[in-house]
């Protein structure tokens, strides 16, 4: 499972009580991954994971962790997306980091 769910685990778990039926599913989304830019591996650990669970006394928890929430488009999306990325930033210059930050979404 995903190192990240731990921590909705143990949040969960503190707020609505002990779990006392759990039930979960793994797989692997990416079986491939590009290393930096020229190497493709192939991955044999999961890389998402739901997680539910029983607190008792009708509770019921989920959790859901992954490493592959992106848009099949890139990280800054389509190109409309991207246009709308540039407008949010070039009119809120808190939201930028750098100018490279608007150089790097425009592609």
């Not at 921590?7 to 759990?22: F, H, I, Q, S």
């Not at 990416?30 to 991955?43: A, E, F, Y």
């Not at 019921?60 to 389509?78: A, L, R, T, W």
Request: net charge positive; with cysteine.
């Amino acid at each position: 499972m995903p190192d990240l769910a731990v921590y909705n685990l143990t949040t969960l778990t503190g707020l609505l009580g002990p779990a006392k039926a759990v039930v979960a599913m793994t797989s692997v989304v990416t079986p491939t991954r590009k290393i930096l830019g020229n190497c493709d591996i192939r991955v044999s650990a999961e890389d998402n994971a739901m997680v539910l669970i029983e607190h008792g006394g009708g509770l019921i928890s989920h959790v859901q962790s992954g490493f592959n929430y992106f848009s099949p488009k890139g990280h800054f999306g389509s190109e409309q997306q991207r246009e709308s990325n540039l407008h949010f930033l070039r009119n809120r210059p808190e939201a930028a980091s750098s100018e490279s930050a608007v150089r790097k979404i425009r592609g």
